[in-house]
């Protein structure tokens, strides 16, 4: 056999492989850029099919389908939360064995999909697929919607306890004096929490509903005399207070069972963005006033650490004086006493009619400006992603993935260091790890350098392998997340050469 042979025979025994040895990686003593953190959430509402399903009564097939292209494209402009409406009017988005199917469904109230499926628990399972938290949102006390098809079903409200709905103009509302509407939200929020991988519960600005006009223009009076005369007129307070007693009781006791459910599960609102007109100075002294006929107390929720975060509704330009953007963002985080999280809820639904896609961006910028590690909820999902414009500014300014902002208040303790592999071949990386012990990760920051930049990932929790189309990184990080968004102390490998530390300078890059 000639030397040419014999190289023949080995390359074929060799499978085919360059001869050029594997990379192999160790420890290293690096330490990665913190990630970005900022919360980016978007609700997806359900109520009158406004962003999800986009009519009742579509097969199931497609249903599906819709939801999973709407989280593509959260997850795609790098949102990391989405707050689904589970319970727009004492009815479910789930199987429950407590209120009826929603009609925006199925197109009638209390007939559930077929072929059978539970809408919410496949949301849940295709939000936390793509690295996105899902938060349950509530209506607690709406009881009808005033466009609403289909008769109410056998076993809602309206039907079993007639005695505590009250129509009030065009609404149709549980009355929040008497226990019986409270107990139903409440045990409707805990049936959720407790057989759902729910990430957060929140609520909108619905408590005591808006003020309605009589036919004469007169403001109507919310009709409750039946629960004052019961509970109200003896326990020595205004009917104005007791009114806002009775909300937040409620506000205090969901959020002590949701506690005590489940620890980890956060609890937010989204009121109106001003408390009180004329607060603080410079504001409308003509604006709705929230505190006297909302009877919502937002900023006593707020300073009281019964919510982990809240979400005023700042739906104004930068340049409206009187109903100033960043004024009201800042006194809303002045009253931040116990250090939860302040986000800013973004009015993109008026984008094209009253704003601009800058103005969002702008607003963004604000938000950061003034708050670090807080962010913004986006009204709504479809508003986003069907303006092409809006789209791209808000991508623009999500270049870079983020994490949510930690609840250390919840959980301080960070998870174990993960467990860490990299191969490194000649024209790829394969890294795999796994989870270190103790509790499990929510998601992952994959973090590479290169070329004197690393570059971020977070991934869902579920993924536990990433191949890279590139040979021989200078250094590879990995970091798990828990539930309460705390991180682990990185697991970093480095090639073999660089083990005593290469010289790697900052900076940071989106990866591709």
Same mark, same amino acid.
């Given at each position: 056999?000639?030397?040419?042979?014999?190289?023949?025979?080995?390359?074929?025994?060799?499978?085919?492989?360059?001869?050029?040895?594997?990379?192999?990686?160790?420890?290293?003593?690096?330490?990665?850029?913190?990630?970005?953190?900022?919360?980016?959430?978007?609700?997806?509402?359900?109520?009158?099919?406004?962003?999800?399903?986009?009519?009742?009564?579509?097969?199931?097939?497609? /249903?599906?389908?819709?939801?999973?292209?709407?989280?593509?494209?959260?997850?795609?402009?790098?949102?990391?939360?989405?707050?689904?409406?589970?319970?727009?009017?004492?009815?479910?988005?789930?199987?429950?064995?407590?209120?009826?199917?929603?009609?925006?469904?199925?197109?009638?109230?209390?007939?559930?999909?077929?072929?059978?499926?539970?809408?919410?628990?496949?949301?849940?399972?295709?939000?936390?697929?793509?690295?996105?938290?899902?938060?349950?949102?509530?209506?607690?006390?709406?009881?009808?919607?005033?466009?609403?098809?289909?008769?109410?079903?056998?076993?809602?409200?309206?039907?079993?306890?007639?005695?505590?709905?009250?129509?009030?103009?065009?609404?149709?509302?549980?009355?929040?004096?008497?226990?019986?509407?409270?107990?139903?939200?409440?045990?409707?929020?805990?049936?959720?929490?407790?057989?759902?991988?729910?990430?957060?519960?929140?609520?909108?600005?619905?408590?005591?509903?808006?003020?309605?006009?009589?036919?004469?223009?007169?403001?109507?009076?919310?009709?409750?005399?039946?629960?004052?005369?019961?509970?109200?007129?003896?326990?020595?307070?205004?009917?104005?207070?007791?009114?806002?007693?009775?909300?937040?009781?409620?506000?205090?006791?969901?959020?002590?069972?949701?506690?005590?459910?489940?620890?980890?599960?956060?609890?937010?609102?989204?009121?109106?963005?001003?408390?009180?007109?004329?607060?603080?100075?410079?504001?409308?002294?003509?604006?709705?006033?929230?505190?006297?006929?909302?009877?919502?107390?937002?900023?006593?929720?707020?300073?009281?650490?019964?919510?982990?975060?809240?979400?005023?509704?700042?739906?104004?330009?930068?340049? /409206?004086?009187?109903?100033?953007?960043?004024?009201?963002?800042?006194?809303?985080?002045?009253?931040?006493?116990?250090?939860?999280?302040?986000?800013?809820?973004?009015?993109?639904?008026?984008?094209?009619?009253?704003?601009?896609?800058?103005?969002?961006?702008?607003?963004?910028?604000?938000?950061?400006?003034?708050?670090?590690?807080?962010?913004?909820?986006?009204?709504?999902?479809?508003?986003?992603?069907?303006?092409?414009?809006?789209?791209?500014?808000?991508?623009?300014?999500?270049?870079?993935?983020?994490?949510?902002?930690?609840?250390?208040?919840?959980?301080?303790?960070?998870?174990?260091?993960?467990?860490?592999?990299?191969?490194?071949?000649?024209?790829?990386?394969?890294?795999?790890?796994?989870?270190?012990?103790?509790?499990?990760?929510?998601?992952?920051?994959?973090?590479?350098?290169?070329?004197?930049?690393?570059?971020?990932?977070?991934?869902?929790?579920? /993924?536990?392998?990433?191949?890279?189309?590139?040979?021989?990184?200078?250094?590879?990080?990995?970091?798990?997340?828990?539930?309460?968004?705390?991180?682990?102390?990185?697991?970093?490998?480095?090639?073999?050469?660089?083990?005593?530390?290469?010289?790697?300078?900052?900076?940071?890059?989106?990866?591709?």
């Amino acid at each position: 056999m000639n030397r040419f042979h014999f190289f023949c025979i080995l390359f074929l025994l060799l499978g085919a492989r360059p001869l050029a040895a594997d990379t192999t990686y160790v420890p290293g003593s690096l330490t990665p850029p913190p990630p970005a953190r900022e919360f980016r959430g978007a609700w997806i509402a359900t109520v009158a099919n406004i962003d999800w399903p986009s009519k009742p009564g579509l097969p199931v097939a497609q /249903q599906k389908a819709e939801l999973v292209s709407l989280l593509d494209r959260a997850a795609q402009l790098h949102f990391n939360a989405v707050l689904f409406q589970v319970r727009p009017v004492a009815d479910a988005f789930y199987a429950s064995p407590l209120e009826p199917w929603s009609e925006y469904i199925t197109g009638v109230q209390g007939k559930m999909p077929q072929p059978f499926y539970d809408p919410l628990a496949f949301a849940v399972f295709e939000a936390h697929k793509r690295g996105l938290e899902l938060h349950a949102w509530f209506n607690p006390f709406r009881a009808a919607h005033p466009q609403a098809k289909s008769p109410p079903a056998m076993n809602h409200v309206i039907r079993t306890h007639p005695e505590i709905v009250r129509h009030y103009g065009s609404q149709t509302w549980l009355d929040p004096g008497e226990p019986e509407s409270q107990t139903r939200a409440l045990n409707a929020v805990l049936d959720v929490v407790k057989r759902y991988d729910v990430d957060g519960v929140v609520f909108d600005d619905y408590f005591y509903p808006y003020p309605e006009k009589s036919w004469t223009g007169g403001t109507l009076e919310f009709p409750d005399d039946a629960s004052w005369k019961k509970y109200g007129a003896a326990s020595g307070q205004t009917r104005d207070n007791w009114r806002r007693a009775n909300v937040n009781q409620f506000v205090q006791k969901v959020s002590q069972s949701i506690k005590a459910a489940k620890p980890w599960v956060r609890f937010g609102i989204s009121p109106f963005g001003i408390w009180r007109p004329g607060v603080p100075t410079g504001i409308s002294p003509k604006a709705l006033d929230a505190y006297g006929k909302l009877y919502a107390d937002a900023r006593l929720w707020l300073a009281n650490g019964w919510v982990d975060y809240l979400a005023p509704q700042l739906y104004w330009p930068i340049a /409206q004086r009187e109903l100033s953007f960043p004024v009201l963002l800042q006194w809303w985080r002045q009253q931040n006493d116990k250090n939860h999280h302040v986000f800013a809820a973004l009015n993109d639904a008026a984008v094209g009619a009253k704003f601009s896609a800058d103005e969002i961006a702008r607003q963004i910028q604000i938000v950061r400006a003034q708050s670090g590690n807080s962010g913004e909820i986006h009204y709504h999902l479809r508003s986003v992603l069907e303006n092409s414009a809006l789209a791209a500014a808000v991508r623009a300014q999500y270049a870079q993935p983020a994490l949510v902002p930690a609840a250390t208040w919840l959980d301080a303790t960070p998870p174990e260091k993960p467990k860490l592999t990299v191969a490194g071949e000649k024209n790829s990386t394969a890294i795999r790890w796994e989870n270190g012990g103790g509790e499990p990760a929510q998601s992952w920051v994959l973090q590479i350098c290169r070329g004197q930049l690393w570059t971020t990932e977070i991934l869902p929790a579920g /993924q536990t392998s990433r191949t890279l189309e590139i040979s021989r990184p200078d250094a590879v990080s990995l970091r798990a997340v828990d539930r309460s968004g705390n991180l682990s102390p990185p697991a970093v490998l480095v090639p073999r050469k660089y083990s005593s530390a290469p010289d790697i300078k900052g900076g940071t890059r989106l990866m591709k």
